[in-house]
């Protein structure tokens, strides 16, 4: 795994793994970033890191297929796409194919 600090989510295609328990923008088909709901998580999370500008690190890996995945930090690195910022990362190399290609069920590709 190579540690990189300032990885930019933008252009790059992620298969997340978000449910109605754990998405907003899936239960409600709108994103708080986007309708500035404060009350809800990814809003939080969001002002957190613009308060602190300190995140932990997000392990991704990126598979033969080109898409990125996560052990962890989907919504951080959700937050970060929509917002253009930069997250520190973890990355590694996988060669399978990510879940959406492989169609499991669950998981859906983001591009930012």
């Not at 997000?58 to 990125?68: P, S």
Request: include cysteine.
């Amino acid at each position: 795994m190579e540690f990189i600090e300032s990885f930019s989510p933008k252009g790059k295609a992620f298969s997340f793994h978000f449910t109605k328990d754990t998405c907003y923008q899936v239960r409600t088909g709108k994103c708080p970033l986007e309708i500035n709901n404060q009350d809800e998580y990814c809003a939080k999370l969001s002002t957190k890191i613009y308060d602190t500008f300190e995140m932990d690190p997000v392990f991704i890996v990126r598979h033969r297929c080109g898409h990125y995945d996560f052990s962890n930090g989907q919504h951080r690195t959700c937050i970060a796409g929509r917002l253009g910022l930069t997250i520190p990362v973890w990355i590694g190399e996988e060669r399978s194919l990510c879940d959406s290609c492989r169609n499991i069920k669950g998981s859906i590709i983001k591009e930012f």
